[in-house]
């Protein structure tokens, strides 16, 4: 029993991350839109509203706003657990790798954090910060995971299947950037297409997570880590 036990701890934890800023943005959403703060649509299709608008009214910013730090800090225990197994796993040591995954995991979490925090303010240099705060963590997440996934297969100890499913969930952001890049030049209103994607983008990512959630019970911890 007691050896099971981390493993639904970690399998638990990467389950919530994939969890909650998805049910916070879409009550979030559901609340601004019940008062009409923010248009009605299904935003993931029509993209009548960017996820930011939804933390930026009351009460969509009361689910909205602690969900995010607190899904920040959850992050940052979720890279270090993963990070241990890892090492505990990967012969020879790829500590580049895994040190990769703790610096980008880290700065996007940071990002997320800022981003929080000067969301709806006014002032020119809260709306830099929320804009950059927002780009980094995305940026920094997909990094993260991508570093992940990358020193989760040179373990081998996840099926074949499952690490091409999460290379290939890290690699959909990325093209779904590339879309919105090449058609928005053609369009008279971009901005329905960029919150469209911002939307995917960003459930595509948290998809992310329920792969890793059954690839950690691969990377027992068997043994101390090995050395740096």
């Known amino acids: 029993m007691s050896g099971g036990t981390p493993r639904r701890r970690a399998e638990g934890l990467a389950l919530v991350i994939a969890l909650l800023p998805v049910l916070a943005i879409n009550a979030a959403y559901v609340l601004g839109a019940a008062r009409e703060q923010i248009p009605q649509c299904l935003p993931y299709l029509d993209g009548c509203t960017s996820i930011s608008s939804t933390g930026r009214h009351v009460p969509g910013a009361f689910v909205f706003k602690p969900a995010m730090p607190l899904q920040a800090a959850l992050l940052l225990v979720l890279w270090r657990v993963t990070v241990r197994r890892l090492r505990a796993q990967l012969s020879p040591p790829a500590p580049r790798l895994t040190r990769a995954v703790l610096v980008c995991g880290a700065i996007s979490s940071a990002a997320l954090v800022v981003y929080t925090l000067t969301l709806g303010s006014q002032l020119a240099l809260y709306e830099f910060m929320r804009r950059g705060g927002i780009y980094l963590y995305f940026l920094g997440l997909v990094l993260t995971q991508l570093f992940a996934t990358l020193a989760i297969r040179r373990s081998g100890k996840a099926p074949t299947t499952l690490v091409r499913a999460m290379l290939t969930v890290v690699a959909l952001p990325f093209a779904l950037g590339l879309v919105n890049l090449v058609t928005k030049p053609f ?41 740096r």
């Not at 994607?197 to 880590?225: D, H, I, K, S, T």
């Open 187 to 227: 369009l008279a209103d971009p901005d329905p297409l960029e919150n469209a994607v911002e939307w995917c983008a960003a459930l595509v990512m948290q998809a992310w997570f329920v792969l890793l959630a059954a690839a950690l019970p691969r990377l027992p911890l068997l043994g101390p880590p090995p050395a």
